[in-house]
Nanobody, 119 residues
Framework: QVQVVESGGGLVQPGGSLRLSCAAS????????MGWYRQAPGKQRELVAV???????NYAGSVKGRFTIFRDNAKNTVYLQMNSLKPDDTAVYYC?????????????WGQGTQVTVSS
């Protein structure tokens, strides 16, 4: 069974940093794009950052220059380094991955990890 699991969330003060991790495991043949999304209370889920297999990245304007997405293909893992965090960054952060397994290809989501930015 293929699954995607996030880790690394928590409580941090404004201006602080956190690093989120997302690991895919199971019978994986290939992973194409991997991305991070977030959903704040009362708001729709929004794209934070995405990275292709080749390392090309795209960021939401609100996080550009503060967040960095990178991946370790050998470990089937994507990371989100978050610096200069603001209260508006408070949300549940979700990872997704476009995965090819044996006989299928699909985009899988993790269950999310809470990030709270507060003093």
């Amino acid at each position: 069974q293929v699954q995607v699991v996030e880790s690394g969330g928590g409580l941090v003060q404004p201006g602080g940093s956190l690093r989120l991790s997302c690991a895919a495991s199971g019978s994986i043949v290939s992973i194409y794009h991997m991305g991070w999304y977030r959903q704040a209370p009362g708001k729709q889920r929004e794209l934070v950052a995405v990275i292709t297999t080749g390392g090309n990245t795209n960021y939401a304007g609100s996080v550009k220059g503060r967040f960095t997405i990178f991946r370790d293909n050998a470990k089937n893992t994507v990371y989100l380094q978050m610096n200069s965090l603001k209260p508006d960054d408070t949300a549940v952060y979700y990872c997704n991955a476009d995965i090819r397994s044996v006989g299928w290809r699909n985009t899988l989501w993790g269950q999310g990890t809470q990030v709270t930015v507060s003093s």
